[in-house]
């Protein structure tokens, strides 16, 4: 059972290029979000799926985009990174119904935008 | 807009110190409270408290809630140097449209001394 996994784990990008992030989730879970984490900070929502079929915004979703391609995988995409996008990428999941949410992390993706 | 408080923002302690991290919160339809531990990598999951004035433990770790002041503390015992980390703090909302969204505060960092 490999949990939450991202591809890839280090990446480092120029100005201006393009980029998808992937995650895949093997919990059956129903839903699946993007974070990013800066030096010093706690986790900042960027997309959210509450479940197949359905997308919406978080906290801070300028820049990004994502496709939730079926109930295991949810992909994140930058179309023209910027350095202000250098941040560590965390993709999590967890089941929507029932009483508890908690959430489930995967190992993280490292992206530096030069 | 949700919004979530921890302090202190860091301490250092020596290893058989008690610490205590405070995390204050104001959130739509709140339905719980979780805290995570992030020590290298991602986050991972200690409790989660949905009801007030139960305090949940596990070994040295204990936390409680308190829903009518809108706060939770965790509590570390005699720790050790494993104990470094990152501790978030993260209220979660009852809303499953919205795919039981967490928001995370900005962490306290503990770092515990030999």
């Known amino acids: 059972n490999a949990g939450v996994t991202q591809t890839p784990k280090f990446q480092v990008l120029k100005t201006g290029q393009s980029m998808t992030l992937q995650c895949a989730q093997d919990m059956n879970h129903n839903s699946m979000y993007w974070y990013r984490q800066d030096p010093g900070m706690g986790l900042r929502l960027i997309y959210y799926?509450?479940?197949?079929?359905?997308?919406d915004k978080g906290e801070v979703p300028n820049g990004y985009n994502v496709s939730r391609l079926n109930k295991r995988e949810f992909s994140l995409r930058l179309e023209s990174a910027a350095p202000s996008q250098t941040s560590v990428y965390f993709c999590a999941s967890s089941a929507t119904s029932g009483p508890y949410n908690e959430q489930f992390f995967g190992p993280g993706t490292r992206l530096t935008v030069l | 807009e949700d919004k979530v408080v921890q302090s202190p923002l860091s301490l250092v302690v020596h290893e058989g110190d008690t610490v205590t991290l405070n995390c204050s919160y104001e959130?739509?339809?709140?339905?719980?409270l979780l805290w995570y531990k992030q020590e290298k990598k991602a986050p991972t999951f200690l409790f989660m408290l949905?009801?007030?004035?139960i305090e949940k433990k596990s070994g040295r770790l204990s936390s409680i809630l308190d829903k009518k002041e809108l706060f939770s503390i965790l509590n570390i015992t005699a720790t050790q140097t494993g104990d470094s980390a990152v501790y978030l703090c993260a209220p979660g909302r009852d809303d499953e449209a919205a795919g039981n969204k967490l928001t995370f505060g900005g962490g306290t960092r503990v770092l515990v001394k030999p």
């Open positions: 799926s509450a479940s197949e079929g359905t997308t």
């Open positions: 949905t009801s007030s004035g």
């Open positions: 959130v739509t339809n709140f339905r719980s």
